[in-house]
């Protein structure tokens, strides 16, 4: 069972202990594309003859149909996808097979295929954002001139669209994208080549086999290219962004759904009842995205962890590189799609929204605003605006109610044109600056996002 410098098999526990093909398995038709570009750049070099290689290609491409159907039997004694593969293939072409390791280790192997497999999820990934993209800018578009009350500690601020609301979110998920991108960037290059850790005395042409695999460029220090991971530390970085900014656009959801804010409604395929309370509609979706959150930032400091502190070069920690990644890449990609789907279907309750933004007191700052423009210091137009709010509150009267006596002894500035400064259509239509939400600016910003997305 066991070769070269081993007389005894493998105690089961540490097989067990050991084996990686129940999870690595995912990596199968990265392997065999990395193979096949290996056993290419073999033959090149005339380690392997044609026949060789055809025959390594054509039983490689067979066990991934088969591996594909379903109809491929792991082993956990061959302990990883890279033996599986090799073992299965030598035992089907004979010596063409045991030919196919030459100049390659499992160490270069294993960095190359988690690269081919990372760079393949981190555009599925980009590719979610920019569903969920589309799915925000389509419920802004469709609320475009609706007001909502823009908050600072949940307390009510000044009155925004609901479509400046929502597009905070598609720009957070814009930079989320770069970041992928980024990252994306810098993971394209190939180690394959690197060998254990020392190249080969059989010397291929990387260039070619990079060609081969579609990456950027080969790595230029062999013991870096097996041992650094940081290119998976950069995506589950990434990875822990994005859920931080889908965490809080769930917490979002969570809000706006309650009976409290009645900002908005889910359709019922995206909430669920109470076993015990018929009246209930609970807003699962969000909160388990919220919640998965905790994955996220957990991944990414398990691998932090595994990588800390190793020796040069290959150590078998780096196995414990690859699951934390995946339920990484798989939770980004559900949560990016049920989310989209969830925000497509959510209906803003737009006479409960507008009638929380017509609160006058939101309009506050306008009324210092106002003074400003009559030469008074912003401070000093503060506190008597500030004077005027809290007798607002402490008599109940709106603040655009406010006896004029009151208005004519703090600011008489205010007095003529007094109504039309609580309108909050002219308030939005002030606030010109870019980045800020005028009625203009954000139909710009939609249109621009419309572009961008289609
Ligand atoms: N399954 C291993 C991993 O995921 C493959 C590389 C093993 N290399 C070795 N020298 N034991 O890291």
Same mark, same amino acid.
């Given at each position: 069972?066991?070769?070269?410098?081993?007389?005894?098999?493998?105690?089961?526990?540490?097989?067990?202990?050991?084996?990686?093909?129940?999870?690595?398995?995912?990596?199968?038709?990265?392997?065999?594309?990395?193979?096949?570009?290996?056993?290419?750049?073999?033959?090149?070099?005339?380690?392997?003859?044609?026949?060789?290689?055809?025959?390594?290609?054509?039983? #490689? !491409? +067979?066990?991934? @149909?088969? &591996? /594909?159907? $379903?109809?491929?039997?792991?082993?956990?004694? %061959?302990?990883?996808?890279?033996?599986?593969?090799?073992?299965?293939?030598?035992?089907?072409?004979?010596?063409?097979?045991?030919?196919?390791?030459?100049?390659?280790?499992?160490?270069?192997?294993?960095?190359?295929?988690?690269?081919?497999? #990372? !760079? +393949?999820?981190? @555009?599925? &990934? /980009?590719? $979610?954002?920019?569903?969920?993209?589309?799915? %925000?800018?389509?419920?802004?578009?469709?609320?475009?001139?609706?007001?909502?009350?823009?908050?600072?500690?949940?307390?009510?601020?000044?009155?925004?669209?609901?479509?400046?609301?929502?597009?905070?979110?598609?720009?957070?998920?814009?930079?989320?994208?770069?970041?992928? @991108?980024?990252?994306?960037?810098?993971?394209?290059?190939?180690?394959?080549?690197?060998?254990?850790?020392?190249?080969?005395?059989?010397?291929?042409?990387?260039?070619?086999?990079?060609?081969?695999?579609?990456?950027?460029?080969?790595?230029?220090?062999?013991?870096?290219?097996?041992?650094?991971?940081?290119?998976?530390?950069?995506?589950?970085?990434?990875?822990?962004?994005?859920?931080?900014?889908?965490?809080?656009?769930?917490?979002?959801?969570?809000?706006?759904?309650?009976?409290?804010?009645?900002?908005?409604?889910?359709?019922?395929?995206?909430?669920?009842?109470?076993?015990?309370?018929?009246?209930?509609?609970?807003?699962?979706?969000?909160?388990?995205?919220?919640?998965?959150?905790?994955?996220?930032?957990?991944?990414?400091?398990?691998?932090?962890?595994?990588?800390?502190?190793?020796?040069?070069?290959?150590?078998?920690?780096?196995?414990?590189?690859?699951?934390?990644?995946?339920?990484?890449?798989?939770?980004?990609?559900?949560?990016?799609?049920?989310?989209?789907?969830?925000?497509?279907?959510?209906?803003?309750?737009?006479?409960?929204?507008?009638?929380?933004?017509?609160?006058?007191?939101?309009?506050?700052?306008?009324?210092?605003?106002?003074?400003?423009?009559?030469?008074?210091?912003?401070?000093?137009?503060?506190?008597?605006?500030?004077?005027?709010?809290?007798?607002?509150?402490?008599?109940?009267?709106?603040?655009?109610?406010?006896?004029?006596?009151?208005?004519?002894?703090?600011?008489?500035?205010?007095?003529?044109?007094?109504?039309?400064?609580?309108?909050?259509?002219?308030?939005?239509?002030?606030?010109?600056?870019?980045?800020?939400?005028?009625?203009?600016?954000?139909?710009?910003?939609?249109?621009?996002?419309?572009?961008?997305?289609?």
């Amino acid at each position: 069972m066991r070769h070269g410098r081993f007389e005894e098999s493998m105690s089961t526990l540490l097989r067990d202990y050991g084996e990686s093909i129940s999870f690595d398995w995912r990596l199968y038709r990265h392997d065999i594309r990395g193979s096949i570009a290996h056993a290419s750049a073999l033959k090149r070099a005339a380690f392997l003859t044609l026949e060789e290689f055809d025959a390594i290609e054509a039983g #490689l !491409k +067979e066990i991934g @149909a088969e &591996i /594909e159907a $379903g109809k491929f039997t792991f082993s956990k004694d %061959l302990e990883d996808i890279h033996m599986n593969i090799e073992k299965e293939l030598t035992r089907r072409i004979g010596d063409a097979g045991a030919k196919l390791h030459t100049a390659r280790s499992r160490n270069d192997q294993v960095a190359t295929d988690f690269r081919l497999y #990372l !760079k +393949e999820e981190t @555009a599925l &990934i /980009e590719e $979610g954002i920019r569903v969920l993209q589309r799915a %925000l800018v389509g419920l802004a578009s469709a609320n475009e001139s609706v007001l909502m009350p823009g908050y600072t500690h949940l307390q009510r601020g000044q009155p925004v669209p609901v479509a400046h609301h929502l597009l905070a979110y598609v720009e957070m998920l814009e930079r989320d994208h770069g970041r992928l @991108a980024d990252a994306a960037e810098r993971m394209d290059e190939m180690p394959l080549g690197s060998g254990a850790l020392a190249g080969s005395t059989l010397v291929l042409d990387r260039e070619a086999m990079a060609r081969e695999l579609g990456f950027a460029r080969v790595t230029q220090n062999s013991l870096d290219g097996v041992s650094d991971r940081d290119f998976a530390l950069e995506l589950l970085s990434a990875l822990a962004i994005l859920g931080m900014h889908l965490s809080r656009l769930s917490e979002d959801v969570v809000l706006w759904t309650t009976t409290e804010f009645g900002f908005a409604k889910l359709s019922d395929r995206h909430a669920t009842g109470s076993s015990l309370m018929p009246q209930k509609k609970n807003p699962d979706i969000a909160e388990l995205t919220r919640g998965k959150t905790g994955r996220l930032y957990g991944n990414l400091f398990r691998l932090l962890t595994v990588l800390k502190g190793l020796p040069m070069t290959y150590n078998r920690d780096l196995q414990e590189d690859k699951e934390a990644v995946f339920d990484s890449v798989d939770t980004a990609r559900m949560a990016l799609a049920v989310t989209a789907e969830m925000m497509e279907a959510l209906v803003i309750n737009r006479e409960s929204v507008n009638r929380a933004a017509a609160d006058p007191a939101l309009l506050a700052t306008d009324l210092a605003d106002e003074l400003v423009r009559h030469q008074v210091p912003f401070r000093r137009a503060h506190d008597i605006v500030g004077k005027l709010a809290a007798e607002s509150v402490r008599t109940g009267v709106p603040l655009d109610k406010i006896p004029e006596d009151l208005i004519r002894e703090l600011c008489p500035e205010l007095l003529t044109g007094w109504n039309s400064l609580f309108d909050p259509v002219r308030s939005m239509k002030a606030r010109g600056a870019v980045g800020a939400p005028s009625p203009e600016h954000v139909s710009e910003r939609l249109a621009h996002w419309k572009k961008l997305l289609s």
